[in-house]
């Protein structure tokens, strides 16, 4: 949480709340601290710059994570508390969900992460890619780089990685592949040892892996164990730099991750975003990735969604170091890149243009 008097840009204001939801727990806690300190780091510049019509923000942080069964009522309290201006959360959609069901009082909730797409309620802002723009691109040129027919698909059990298998089986269809097999695990609870069983007894070539957190690290350890990785290529969409550092380099054969963001971009918005970072938590600060960028995303994006600034295209004015523009949840554009792992890092292989 961030503390800071009432008086504030020499007026006197009651500060604007914002509770921000990240897991700091859990199958997804690896995330948590790059999240934390990528949102602390944009909310600290817009408050140098005069805040919310000079309200200081004061950010307030919620332990979102699936496992966590206080999420509705840290909310409440924190609604009954100070009230809840805004919301900027980082998490599954099964979380999301919670708290849309739970009602925040009807302030702006802006979504950071990749999802599935489709409707959501009014008021929720998704700036994260869906599976339309981030996977299918790279699927295709998985497909055409190695002709792989055969493709299982393995992932988490929640709303995410459900539709995401159902767009991608449609699209292998359409490419003359085949789905050899498609397992869902509970999120914590995975048998490792039975799952590469039925993937080596499948058949399959390829894996479309949509698991996420320490469930994606403790697979790819046992994927690693299996031999499998030495032929059989994967391609993930949730997987970033802590997963990959969590995993160990001898873990990384094999494996292609498509996403919007990734700690290397040689972009000049990168390289001015990294530098801010590292100046402002030094080289201690937590790894730079996806998911935990996603959430300085988010908070620049309720900066210009409150400030009213539109592009000439209709999109919303906001300080997008990936290049999104936001017109609506199902009207958003962003480069995707699909990177190879390479030892710690990833290394970028294709870059797919906005539609």
Known sequence: MLEAGRVFGGVEADPYHLALCVPTSGTAGLWGASSLACARLAVEQWN????????????????ASDESDSVEDDLADLAATHGIDAIVGMHTSSVRERITTAGSAGAPFVYTPLYEGGPLPAGVYAIGETPAMQLLPALDWMIERWRLSRWFLAG?????????????????????????????VP??????????????????????????????????RAFRDSGLAERMPRLGCAIEENGLLAMGADCSEGLYVASGYFAGLATDRNGAFRERYWSRFGERAPVLNALGQSTWE?????RGLLEGGRNPDGSVRYDSVRGTRWRANERKAAPIYLAAAEGLGFGIVRTFAPA
């Open 298 to 302: 988010g908070v620049a994006f309720l």
């Open 156 to 184: 988490n059990d929640y709303l995410w990685p459900r539709r995401t298998h159902a767009l991608a089986q449609r699209r292998l269809v359409e490419r003359g592949c085949s789905v050899v097999g498609n397992a869902f």
């Open 48 to 63: 140098r710059e005069g805040g919310v019509r000079g309200q200081e923000i004061r950010m307030h942080l919620i332990d």
């Open 187 to 220: 999120l914590g609870h995975c048998d490792h040892d039975r799952l590469i069983d039925a993937i080596r007894a499948s058949g399959a070539q390829a894996v479309l892996l949509s698991m996420v957190g320490q469930d994606a690290i403790d697979f790819g």
